[in-house]
């Protein structure tokens, strides 16, 4: 959580003049939730905004306060807010009930969905999240190949379980965090990828890795990003030593195109772990891939093969409404140009926002592959013109292991003062539902918000 706001601070002022329902909702919150929050990404200083109803690129808080919104469900809602296929489809499904307790229709055609549009999906596994997703997916791994450890990339996040905590959004020097077991941050071999000549080097040198898993599009939805050909090499070279190569498409699956950053890329994986999207922003997730390594999940190929089935289970897999949303959701994703609509209007918007910087003097940066947009507060006061920026010269120390809180959580309260919520990276989600209109806003806003930080200090070099 970010430190505290300057108490005079302009911004912070202005927000709290338009917010003073949150303000009220919070003070309540606090006295029955950890940090008045049920997220630690919702954590903000002095208090979280309270969204009564969204709609499209929209959403409105408790106050009636309009925001152009880039948080899009934590990146899940490529359609927008209340879209009528979704909100068609599940009211639809909650009038059929909501838990069977069975097999039903809605999850079979969910799975052929997702078999059709992602290239490594031979087979699906449902789950409730992206953390079951890849919790299952190590468990696979490590069943498939009988060996025991995991190797992962600081800073990419792949969920809270205790397996992939370490090293994703702290403790990026190996150590390990609080209330896990040392035994298990063991398991895994952490390595960055700014150098792809180590990653294969350290790949080549072990017989004992099951698996490798990794964010397709950077750490954190690109916030540092990989460096060019990491994904083909690290491809190449799990293939020929026998491990399983993991995506975590969670945030990138029918984002970075219909069949993902895989499709996008033309690096195909053995599985692939799926969220947010996959069920249009309701809770489900998915984990998919290769048909050898699934039948590890089936009772009759394990019985024929004298092996030990892996289990699952998992109350609210396939869940009926979730799996209605998914339905609704992956059906327009498959026959309409959501994906390189949403590209479209995100690349419109860091040009503009390059701009800004460029036309305010600000020493920042703006970068973001396909529908997501980030922005670099330059903690550090480097000497950085926004016109040529390359966040790959920075690599991950100087994009996000030096990164300050405290800036990001002031540009997005100054955002929210001005009608945009961005996410806490600092950043956004673009969808498909976002148009000029919002463009400008945004850009109006980021304008207003950078001049506010100037005149307070905020802004170095």
Not at 296 to 308: I, P, S
Not at 333 to 355: K, Y
Request: glycine share 10%.
């Amino acid at each position: 959580m970010a430190t505290l706001l300057q108490t005079n601070s302009h911004l912070e002022t202005e927000y709290r003049a338009r917010t003073p329902g949150s303000a009220r909702l919070y003070a309540e919150a606090a006295r029955v939730l950890p940090s008045g929050v049920t997220h630690d990404s919702r954590a903000l200083n002095p208090y979280p905004v309270y969204v009564a109803r969204a709609k499209g690129p929209r959403k409105w808080d408790v106050d009636g306060n309009e925001y152009v919104d880039y948080y899009g469900g934590h990146g899940s809602l490529l359609l927008g807010h209340a879209h009528p296929s979704m909100v068609e489809a599940v009211t639809r499904q909650i009038e059929l009930g909501t838990h069977y307790g069975s097999s039903h229709d809605a999850e079979l055609r969910w799975a052929q969905l997702i078999n059709r549009l992602v290239p490594s999906a031979e087979r699906v596994r449902f789950t409730a999240s992206g953390t079951e997703a890849t919790h299952l997916a190590i468990r696979l791994a490590r069943a498939f190949t009988g060996k025991p450890k995991i190797l992962r990339f600081t800073g990419h996040f792949h969920g809270w379980h205790d397996q992939v905590a370490a090293g994703a959004t702290s403790h990026f020097d190996g150590s390990t965090p609080i209330g896990i077991l040392p035994a298990l941050v063991d398991q895994a071999i952490m390595l960055p990828t700014d150098d792809v000549d180590r990653v294969v080097a350290a790949i080549e040198a072990r017989d004992d890795i099951a698996a490798a898993i990794v964010e397709p599009s950077g750490a954190s939805w690109g916030t540092v990003p990989l460096p060019p050909d990491f994904l083909r090499r690290v491809r190449e070279v799990t293939a020929r030593r026998g491990i399983v190569l993991i995506f975590d498409e969670v945030i990138t699956g029918f984002r970075w195109s219909r069949g993902g950053a895989q499709a996008h890329f033309g690096v195909i994986p053995d599985m692939t772990t799926l969220a947010k999207i996959v069920a249009g922003g309701l809770p489900g997730g998915a984990l998919a891939g290769r048909r050898e390594i699934f039948d590890q999940l089936d009772f009759a190929a394990m019985k024929a093969a004298k092996r030990e089935k892996v289990q699952h289970q998992g109350t609210y897999n396939a869940n009926p409404i979730c799996a209605a949303a998914g339905v609704a959701m992956l059906s327009i994703i498959e026959r309409e140009d959501v994906c390189e609509q949403a590209c479209r209007t995100a690349e419109t918007l860091r040009d503009g926002m390059r701009r800004v910087l460029i036309e305010e003097g600000v020493p920042w940066g703006i970068y973001g592959d396909r529908s997501a947009f980030l922005v670099f507060v330059n903690p550090a006061g480097l000497a950085i013109d926004p016109a040529t920026f390359d966040p790959l010269a920075l690599g991950f120390k100087g994009l996000k292991g030096t990164r300050d809180p405290n800036i990001a959580a002031r540009l997005r309260v100054a955002m929210l003062a001005n009608g945009v919520d961005i996410m806490g990276a600092p950043g956004g989600m673009v969808s498909a539902t976002h148009g000029p209109e919002d463009v400008a806003r945004t850009l109006d806003a980021f304008r207003i918000a950078v001049k506010w930080m100037k005149a307070e200090g905020d802004i170095r070099g």
